[in-house]
């Protein structure tokens, strides 16, 4: 079956560093998505891994181990504005077709 | 290039009335999909397109839900006979070719709200 887990809330304090993890058991994989979704809007593309390691992008990095099947987002600086959902999503097959999988997400709380 | 557009952004209607959605997805793009995503739940796939053909359908789409590309431009997603738990915010995404196609780029979504 198809499960991907991260932690339904978190509380930080701006300035600060914080780390969103993500762990997946699904039947096939083709890259791991993290998406930001502020209340009421649309998610929005923040990083990709479909290879281990971490990807590095400005304030914000991922990182990948596909034989632990987990990620995590790390977040530093953390801005106000950075209060959101954060989804970790994964593609199970080909990139051709493959649909994204979605976890629940989680809700980061970011506090002066 | 304007986005993802869909509309109506907000939907209420009574149970048992029926529904339609519109997806415009940026214009280069062949590949669209729905989603659905209910309070405090990540996005849960309906259904994709490639072009004018609708390659794979959810188990969650029941029969009361049909969507169309006619033209593999814009997209539609009906849902017939509304029931309560119909309401969720529904998500149209378009993916490229090229170098962008990894990155699916969602719309704002369009509320339904079944009383």
């Known amino acids: 079956g198809q499960n991907i887990d991260q932690p339904t809330e978190m509380t930080a304090t701006e300035g600060a560093i914080v780390q969103i993890n993500c762990t997946y058991q699904t039947s096939g994989f083709n890259g791991l998505f993290w998406y930001q979704q502020h209340a009421g809007e649309a998610p929005t593309f923040l990083s990709y891994n479909v290879l281990d390691g971490l990807e590095e992008k400005g304030r914000f990095s991922s990182f990948l181990s596909r034989s632990k099947g987990y990620s995590y987002l790390l977040l530093k600086e953390l801005q106000m504005k950075d209060s959101a959902s954060y989804l970790c999503a994964v593609r199970e097959t080909a990139a051709e077709q493959g649909n994204l999988i979605f976890g629940k997400g989680t809700k980061l709380s970011v506090k002066p | 290039d304007t986005g993802v557009s869909q509309d109506p952004r907000h939907k209420i209607t009574k149970r048992g009335q029926n529904v339609t959605f519109r997806c415009d997805p940026i214009s280069e793009h062949n590949r669209l999909y729905w989603y659905r ?9 309906l259904t994709y397109f490639q072009n004018e053909a609708q390659l794979e359908k959810s188990r969650l789409l029941s029969d009361r839900f049909s969507a169309e590309r006619p033209k593999g431009s814009f997209s539609t997603l009906e849902i017939q006979r509304t029931e309560q738990g119909d309401s969720a915010m529904y998500l149209c995404a378009s993916r490229g070719r090229g170098s962008g196609a990894n990155v699916l780029t969602f719309g704002a979504g369009s509320r339904l709200t079944v009383l």
């Open chain 2, 37 to 45: 995503q209910t309070l405090g739940q990540g996005p849960e796939f």
